[in-house]
């Protein structure tokens, strides 16, 4: 599994648990005032959890990156290696790349917006989705909560 660009916040229990026969790179992820992000019951499974940039190069040939933990308990790799050995064969684990990482091109051709047609309405630019960084998640959440639940009728 490729658990990557997640954010987890303000948990007194614990965010994730792997069991035997689980193979796992965890990379991008925020935790904030997160108790347990790892469930730690034992050895079974592999899960390599991402803490600099460089640690994946040499088995998937690409940069990892870094976890995130902001008042949080300890995050860190059971069977790492094993995991990178398992996964190293799975392309979308080898070609992934963060928003963060995506070269220029790629978010120019993303940010394109062809003519519309006659009739229809033109995108507006404000409409457009804006990449965040993982640090400034927990804030942009704070300012949604109100789209949650039963909506305000006017």
């Known amino acids: 599994a490729h658990v990557a660009n997640n954010c987890w916040g303000n948990n007194s229990g ?13 990379e991008g992820n925020y935790f ?3 108790r347990m992000p790892l469930y730690n019951k034992g050895e079974e499974g592999a ?13 998937l040939g690409r940069s990892c990156v870094p976890n995130e933990l902001v008042n949080s308990g300890n995050f860190s790799s059971r069977n790492g290696e094993t995991a990178l050995e398992t996964i190293k064969s799975v392309p979308t684990f080898v070609e992934y790349t963060s928003d963060a990482t995506a070269n220029d091109s790629e978010q ?5 917006v062809q003519q519309p047609a006659a009739g229809t309405v033109k995108p507006s630019a404000e409409t457009s ?7 400034d998640v927990e804030s942009m959440w704070g300012q949604t909560t109100d789209n949650f639940g039963v909506g305000k009728l006017d």
């Open 14 to 26: 614990h965010s994730l648990e792997i069991g035997s026969n689980a193979w796992v790179l965890a």
């Open 32 to 34: 904030t005032n997160t």
């Open 47 to 59: 899960l390599y959890v991402a803490g600099s940039e460089d640690e994946c190069q040499s088995l």
């Open 108 to 112: 120019e051709q993303q940010q394109q």
């Open 129 to 135: 989705q804006s990449s965040i960084q993982a640090s």
